[in-house]
């Protein structure tokens, strides 16, 4: 079945370290997505691409990093520029020119906690 | 601008009684709209959505949405609300930036369902 995985669930980062967490599809899908989900926010964006090595920075970029070197991965780097990583992010896929008509498919998540 | 409002960050219902989450919308354009739901630890899935056409949406698991412009609103409801209703319900909207379609979320409500 086609869908996106995000690895690991579960992460624990020590201060000053960089950490990634892998984002994949197989749905074929164009563009893709990385959001930032602290409780009572709701969920931020911080980087999308829409094609292959081609990335914008969302709101909240500062402290992230992405690359998008194949269609099938958005990997997101977390930074120790990042004051305040912990957090559950979620990364999210739509096909580039139905967005509209499809809503996005979204991964079951990575929860960062700094220790 | 564009953006997405949600009245109420905790919602309670009996088991079998009506629900009712509410969403507010500002757009300069015609609002796509989307709900989504998201069970703890997990990725958002979607509910359900309007993009054009008539103005009352169904759902999975027995919700609809009604899409009123005249009062910028997109309201989901259930006639009934069963144990596993309970979750996290997110109301979404495209936003446009740059030639770009993203997607804004509402802070999300929490449903609680009671026996």
């Known amino acids: 079945d086609g869908g996106i995985t995000q690895s690991p669930k579960y992460l624990f980062r020590k201060e000053g370290q960089n950490v990634t967490l892998s984002c994949e599809q197989n749905?074929?899908?164009?563009?893709m997505y990385w959001y930032r989900q602290d409780p009572g926010q709701g969920l931020r964006l911080i980087y999308y691409?829409?094609?292959?090595?081609?990335?914008q920075k969302g709101d909240i970029a500062e402290g992230y990093s992405v690359s998008r070197e194949k269609k099938e991965s958005f990997p997101l780097t977390v930074t120790s520029a990042q004051k305040n990583p912990t957090a559950f992010y979620l990364c999210?896929?739509?096909?580039?020119?139905?967005?509209?008509?499809?809503?996005?498919?979204f991964g079951s998540g990575t929860r960062l906690t700094v220790v | 601008a564009q953006s997405v409002t949600q009245l109420g960050s905790h919602v309670s219902v009996s088991e079998g009684a009506l629900v009712l989450l509410r969403c507010n919308y500002s757009?300069?354009?015609?609002?796509?709209l989307f709900w989504y739901v998201q069970y703890p630890n997990q990725g958002l899935q979607l509910l359900l959505k309007?993009?054009?056409?008539?103005?009352l949406v169904k759902g999975i698991n027995g919700f609809e949405a009604e899409f009123k412009k005249s009062e910028t609103s997109f309201h989901l409801t259930k006639p009934s609300a069963h144990m596993s209703d309970a979750a996290e319900y997110f109301c979404?909207?495209?936003?446009?930036?740059?030639?770009?379609?993203?997607?804004?979320f509402g802070t999300g409500t929490k449903l609680q369902v009671i026996p």
């Open positions: 999210a896929s739509n096909p580039k020119r139905s967005l509209a008509g499809g809503g996005y498919t």
């Open positions: 749905l074929n899908h164009d563009a």
């Open positions: 691409s829409q094609i292959v090595n081609d990335f």
């Open positions: 757009s300069s354009v015609p609002p796509y």
């Open positions: 309007y993009t054009t056409g008539a103005t």
């Open positions: 979404a909207v495209i936003l446009h930036s740059g030639g770009y379609q993203k997607v804004t």
